[in-house]
């Protein structure tokens, strides 16, 4: 089926909602992420403060984000997310509100573990995150009635879509780059138990881009026909 009458479909299945109730469920579920997170990391490694809650602030953002990402495949592949559409700008909101708590937790709150000479060593990953927040500010910055007016519905969809995924990418690079040893180590030793919640954030992280392709290619073929 046409990508254009699929959505039209799913729009259809809407229930009227009140705005402030969407915020809410967005809000509950994203405290949901950040709980499941600390627990995890927290199984993991015995122990819990703000450099592990940073860990999970940075992974919740990454998820969120995946999420508000992938919302378009999974409810073109899969009917009963459908109703979950509306919560895309939601989730992309609050990871970008995350994001920008992990950035300023990582350089005032943890200034005792990331200091100049770290951040000087690892400037390559760091470029890719300061990259990434920034296409997230441009995102924000034409999302205002007057710009998708004057680009025109289509191009602003398209860019959003198209700046979403770079950012996206750049998330992945900037913290693939730092724990990438990490992965290693873990997966020569065994040691915890439990991987890394970086790594499930990685392979999470690449779910999500695999199924924009797959979709791309779904609509593809259905244009075809
Ligand atoms: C959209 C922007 C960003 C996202 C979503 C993001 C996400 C992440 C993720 C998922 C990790 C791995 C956490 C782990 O250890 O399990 C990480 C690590 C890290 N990020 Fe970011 N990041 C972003 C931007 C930045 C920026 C701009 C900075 C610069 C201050 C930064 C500083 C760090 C630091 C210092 C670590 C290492 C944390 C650790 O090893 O405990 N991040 N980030």
Redesign the pocket.
């Known amino acids: 089926m046409p990508f254009v009458q699929r959505h039209e479909e799913i729009i259809k299945k809407l229930k009227p909602y009140s705005y402030g109730r969407l915020w809410l469920n967005a809000f509950v579920f994203s405290i949901f992420i950040f709980i499941i997170n600390s627990l995890y990391l927290f199984l993991r490694r015995g122990d819990y403060d703000l ?1 592990i809650a ?2 999970a602030l ?2 919740s ?2 998820m969120l ?1 995946g999420f508000s990402l992938a919302l378009s495949g999974l409810c073109y592949f899969w009917d009963f997310v459908d109703t979950k559409i509306i919560y895309r700008k939601h989730l992309g909101l609050i ?2 509100f ?2 920008g708590a ?2 300023i937790v ?2 005032f709150f ?1 200034s005792n ?2 200091t100049a000479a ?2 000087e060593s ?1 400037k390559i ?2 470029l890719f ?2 990259l ?2 920034l296409v ?1 500010l441009a995102m924000a910055a034409i999302s205002n009635r007057y710009l998708i007016h004057e680009l025109g519905g289509k191009y602003w969809r398209a860019f959003m879509r198209f700046g979403g995924y770079l ?1 996206f990418i ?2 992945i690079l ?2 693939s780059l ?2 990438y040893p990490e992965w290693l180590k873990w997966l020569s030793t065994g040691k915890p138990f439990l991987p ?3 790594l499930i ?1 990685v392979i999470f992280g690449l779910a999500v881009i695999v199924l924009r392709l797959a979709l791309w290619l779904a609509v593809k073929r259905t244009d075809r026909k």
Do not use: D, E, Q, Y
């Open positions: 450099f940073n860990k940075a992974t953002s990454l984000i990871g970008f995350l994001a992990h950035v990582s350089g943890l573990k990331f770290w951040f690892k990953s760091m995150g300061g990434a927040l997230f950012a750049f998330i900037h913290f730092l724990k890394p919640l970086s954030g």
